[in-house]
């Protein structure tokens, strides 16, 4: 469960990172303004990985609920 927790968390970050610099880049700042154009060109190419970007930050946190519920239940149950 907690491997589970830690890779929602990692998703969460990446997802993030994402959405803030295609969303930066509308307003022509951000991620995207400064990296070198070897690294930004695929995105910048593939505009619509924003939405899948978007989708999987929604998801992701989502999931997280359950997890966190689950995983505090399984350490109640370790202190019994």
């Known amino acids: 469960m907690k491997t589970l927790d830690v890779i929602l968390n990692l998703v969460t970050i990446v997802a993030v990172t994402v959405v803030l610099a295609y969303f930066g880049l509308h ?3 951000g991620l995207f303004t400064i990296l070198p154009e070897g690294i930004t ?5 593939h505009q619509p990985l924003q939405y899948v ?3 999987v930050l929604v998801v992701a946190l989502l999931a997280k609920a359950p997890v966190g519920k689950a995983m505090k239940a399984q350490s109640g149950r370790g202190r019994d």
């Open 27 to 29: 307003f022509d700042t």
């Open 41 to 45: 060109a695929f995105f910048l190419q």
């Open 53 to 55: 970007a978007l989708g």
